[in-house]
């Protein structure tokens, strides 16, 4: 049997891609610093191994994929180093940094392929309406602000890392852009979830304003989908892909969509930006554009998901499990 394995195997991404390679006929070897009790992985209980160890120890990951034989890795992992509370550089920088480039040198010395799960921060503030596409970079040396910030520049130096060992050493290495995901087993409140769950609760969620603020929701499994597509389609004439939804999306809309899955819900949002999660600079740059998704979808015959249905079968998967139907406030 085929085998891969997840670095974050435990965490949100890396447990969907787990049960999408399984159920596409690979073992999933799930790599992480610590167990855990997620119910779609115990579903599919005897299809997957658990491996203890951090991705920063390349020598641990490479004792892991000879052992399993493994056709490659994808690296959903977000290591985060010995940092306080709230601070991002350089601990985390160098975290990532190592963490990928330990992985890459496992690939280049037993030939594996490699997916490294990247992020639309990479994008950086993009005020203006023009589409985002693979061959833009953050403008991170002009503008009247800083363009690109701390996460979106660590992401941006994994990308660099994995398409130069393509393209140096041979790696058959490859990222995939994801933005805002949802879907089930994450704990994240998200809006689209946010707002679903606390229907579903049976509670009142309202914001005074921010219905105008529109983002990137990307279902979980289409992320899934573009990863597993981004590692098993061949030949790529690509090494960067967008695998998100590829439209924008208002909280206004995201407040309707719900209302059709949980009708009566006491839901609602007002008009204008919002000026907490998704609208606070400070914690996520404004990007007006939409991530389009046409190289994913004519190089790897990549498709999504309408949101409605997203959010119907997110919502199939809270019903049974009311210990977390209301998540917390997004951040």
């Given at each position: 049997?085929?085998?891969?394995?997840?670095?974050?195997?435990?965490?949100?991404?890396?447990?969907?891609?787990?049960?999408?390679?399984?159920?596409?006929?690979?073992?999933?070897?799930?790599?992480?610093?610590?167990?855990?009790?997620?119910?779609?992985?115990?579903?599919?209980?005897?299809?997957?191994?658990?491996?203890?160890?951090?991705?920063?120890?390349?020598?641990?990951?490479?004792d892991a994929v000879r052992k399993y034989e493994v056709e490659g890795i994808v690296h959903c992992a977000l290591p985060v180093g010995p940092m306080a509370a709230g601070a991002l550089m350089p601990p985390m920088a160098?975290?990532?940094?190592?963490?990928?480039?330990?992985?890459?040198?496992?690939?280049?010395?037993?030939?594996?392929?490699?997916?490294?799960?990247?992020?639309?921060?990479?994008?950086?503030?993009?005020?203006?309406?023009?589409?985002?596409?693979?061959?833009?970079?953050?403008?991170?040396?002009?503008?009247?602000?800083?363009?690109?910030?701390?996460?979106?520049?660590?992401?941006?130096?994994?990308?660099?890392?994995?398409?130069?060992?393509?393209?140096?050493?041979?790696?058959?290495?490859?990222?995939?852009?994801?933005?805002?995901?949802?879907?089930?087993?994450?704990?994240?409140?998200?809006?689209?979830?946010?707002?679903?769950?606390?229907?579903?609760?049976?509670?009142?969620?309202?914001?005074?304003?921010?219905?105008?603020?529109?983002?990137?929701?990307?279902?979980?499994?289409?992320?899934?989908?573009?990863?597993?597509?981004?590692?098993?389609?061949?030949?790529?004439?690509?090494?960067?892909?967008?695998?998100?939804?590829?439209?924008?999306?208002?909280?206004?809309?995201?407040?309707?969509?719900?209302?059709?899955?949980?009708?009566?819900?006491?839901?609602?949002?007002?008009?204008?930006?919002?000026?907490?999660?998704?609208?606070?600079?400070?914690?996520?740059?404004?990007?007006?554009?939409?991530?389009?998704?046409?190289?994913?979808?004519?190089?790897?015959?990549?498709?999504?998901?309408?949101?409605?249905?997203?959010?119907?079968?997110?919502?199939?998967?809270?019903?049974?499990?009311?210990?977390?139907?209301?998540?917390?406030?997004?951040?």
């Amino acid at each position: 049997m085929k085998s891969v394995l997840i670095t974050g195997g435990m965490g949100f991404i890396g447990a969907n891609c787990a049960v999408k390679f399984i159920e596409e006929g690979y073992k999933a070897i799930l790599y992480d610093i610590a167990p855990s009790e997620l119910d779609i992985l115990e579903e599919k209980k005897g299809q997957w191994e658990f491996v203890m160890g951090d991705v920063q120890d390349w020598r641990n990951a490479l004792d892991a994929v000879r052992k399993y034989e493994v056709e490659g890795i994808v690296h959903c992992a977000l290591p985060v180093g010995p940092m306080a509370a709230g601070a991002l550089m350089p601990p985390m920088a160098k975290a990532n940094f190592d963490a990928c480039y330990n992985l890459l040198e496992v690939c280049r010395l037993e030939k594996l392929k490699f997916v490294y799960i990247s992020s639309n921060a990479a994008y950086g503030y993009r005020p203006d309406p023009n589409p985002m596409v693979e061959t833009d970079y953050a403008p991170v040396l002009t503008g009247p602000r800083a363009m690109l910030d701390e996460y979106g520049a660590m992401k941006v130096m994994c990308e660099t890392l994995t398409a130069m060992y393509h393209d140096v050493h041979g790696v058959d290495s490859v990222s995939c852009r994801t933005s805002w995901v949802y879907g089930p087993a994450t704990k994240a409140g998200w809006y689209p979830q946010w707002f679903l769950s606390n229907a579903l609760a049976g509670k009142p969620a309202k914001l005074e304003k921010g219905g105008d603020h529109k983002t990137d929701y990307t279902y979980v499994k289409d992320t899934v989908r573009g990863v597993f597509l981004a590692f098993t389609v061949r030949p790529l004439k690509h090494r960067l892909y967008n695998i998100t939804s590829g439209r924008k999306v208002s909280a206004r809309e995201v407040v309707e969509t719900v209302r059709k899955v949980v009708p009566g819900a006491d839901i609602e949002v007002g008009p204008g930006q919002m000026e907490k999660g998704l609208g606070n600079l400070q914690r996520h740059a404004l990007q007006v554009g939409t991530m389009l998704v046409t190289r994913a979808e004519e190089d790897l015959g990549y498709t999504t998901t309408p949101l409605e249905q997203g959010l119907r079968e997110t919502a199939e998967w809270l019903k049974k499990r009311p210990e977390i139907l209301t998540l917390p406030d997004p951040p």
